[in-house]
């Protein structure tokens, strides 16, 4: 048993600035007292401890006091995607077999219809509250969040995260990094996100400040860095890269009290860690899946350029191994072991195992160097990181096939310079249609950024002697 984040934070550091938001901040009494409110009210909606329930919601404080709310009654929450489209939050929704959707008001229209029941934010906010007493202590075993992550079928996964996987990912994370006087993270990055919930997570149990934005804002965020305000922030190679251009552009340097930039989503072009160091800012790049909870290895700064291209050495309690490697060098598939890992996972793939003799494997190929560092080599083979967003293949295939003119279609990550990587698709026809027919499909069942940039007509796929797709060699054909 662990006791309840938010009463024990709420004890031991009752007046701290928990969060900040748009020029408003609350402590982490004020925190605990709003989310005990919101346990209230959802009691009275009829929500029961241990419900698993779905929070559909931007990054402002609202879903901070529903996730804290949903906390105190034990609910296992599903963290639903924004950027989803309406049949991907559907299949999320029936697969997760969730009992409640709680809706921020200015997005229940883009919900699918369902016979779950929704409740928007400002209905729940007028609510009469109900008796509920908050429990005591939690059990690490029980489900916190459930987050999904595309498959190699292109089914998207249901990965649960336990409270114990929670607490062993911040637990990790502050023996790498160590706390400071006035430590805060500045949070750009999605709460329905790993890298955003635990950020969250982070701020809770460690009792220091979250800065939270709506969603990045190049000059806000600079302002922050340069000012000193924050300690910490989580990037992607994107807006790592907009960080420093706007840095460049007004000649300035971060603070000194800017300690740790967290690079995850994919390798850091080592341009960019140039750059960063010219401007003092320490990257860190970091290595990372939902299955598990966040960070499982990261690069410290001091060998960002020494050791470019690595993801660093395992956090402390984590193990990673490369399968079947006999010495440094050989490449093989990444093995995870660790408190932090996920247990299973829930709906379709609910009787899939997590792990095989205590390791996770990552389906990720990579080695260790003769230090013991890792480089990641292929990220989950065919996957396509734009943005910071993992991509899987399959899942456009499947709706590209699924098209009736499309007999035969392949998709593969091309080089871009703004997201990193940005998918296209090869298509071979079955009847006449064109590129703009096919596209339109794709927006109408795909998150706008799975959505291919181009669509090229050919008239086979590269395959191999079993007829097994090689998307490696799908760029070949432009």
């Not at 969730?98 to 219809?113: G, Q, W």
């Not at 790498?176 to 809770?204: R, Y």
């Not at 792990?355 to 003769?370: T, V």
């Amino acid at each position: 048993m662990i006791p309840n984040w938010i009463i024990q934070r709420s004890t031991l550091t009752p007046e701290r600035i928990a969060l900040r938001f748009e020029g408003k901040s609350w402590t982490y009494n004020e925190i605990n007292d709003l989310a005990l409110q919101q346990a209230r009210k959802l009691t009275a909606l009829g929500v029961k401890p241990h419900d698993r329930v779905a929070i559909y919601a931007t990054s402002t404080p609202q879903i901070i006091f529903m996730i804290c709310g949903c906390m105190h009654l034990q609910c296992e929450m599903v963290l639903l995607n924004l950027r989803l489209s309406n049949t991907e939050l559907a299949y999320q929704i029936e697969d997760s077999e969730v009992v409640s959707i709680f809706s921020e008001d200015e997005l229940v229209e883009n919900l699918p219809k369902t016979a779950v029941s929704i409740h928007t934010f400002s209905e729940i906010e007028q609510t009469t509250l109900a008796e509920f007493t908050p429990a005591i202590e939690w059990s690490e075993e029980d489900t916190m969040t459930i987050m999904y992550t595309s498959g190699t079928t292109g089914y998207p996964k249901g990965v649960r995260q336990t409270i114990g996987n929670h607490v062993s990912n911040a637990t990790s994370s502050l023996y790498n990094t160590g706390l400071v006087e006035d430590d805060a993270w500045l949070c750009t990055v999605p709460l329905f996100h790993i890298s955003g919930f635990s950020m969250l997570c982070k701020c809770l149990l460690h009792g220091i400040r979250l800065d939270l934005y709506r969603k990045f804002d190049v000059d806000k965020v600079v302002n922050q860095l340069v000012e000193g305000s924050v300690t910490r922030m989580s990037v992607v190679a994107v807006t790592l890269e907009r960080i420093l251009s706007e840095l460049e552009n007004r000649n300035q340097q971060v603070s000194k009290r800017f300690l740790t930039m967290l690079a995850g989503g994919g390798p850091v072009p080592v341009d960019y860690l140039k750059r960063a160091i010219e401007r003092g800012i320490q990257v860190s790049q970091t290595y990372g899946m939902t299955e598990t909870s966040s960070q499982t290895a990261t690069l410290s700064s001091e060998d960002a350029l020494r050791k470019i291209g690595s993801a660093g050495k395992p956090l402390f309690f984590n193990q990673i191994k490369i399968a079947d490697a006999k010495k440094p060098f050989e490449q093989g598939e990444i093995l995870i072991k660790g408190a932090h890992v996920t247990p299973g996972y829930v709906g379709r793939f609910v009787e899939k195992p997590s792990q095989a003799n205590g390791w996770l494997h990552s389906g990720d190929i990579g080695y260790l160097d003769d230090e013991g560092y890792l480089f990641v080599v292929d990220r989950r083979s065919d996957l396509i990181i734009s943005g910071g967003e993992n991509i899987y293949p399959a899942e456009i295939e499947n709706v590209l096939t699924s098209h009736p003119s499309v007999r035969e279609a392949g998709v593969c990550g091309v080089e871009d310079d703004q997201w990193g990587q940005v998918p296209n698709a090869f298509v071979v026809l079955k009847n006449e249609v064109d590129a703009e027919e096919l596209l339109v499909f794709c927006k109408e069942h795909l998150a706008s950024y799975k959505v291919p940039k181009k669509v090229y007509f050919v008239k086979e796929l590269p395959r191999n002697g079993s007829s097994k797709l090689l998307r490696r060699k799908l760029q070949e054909l432009i």
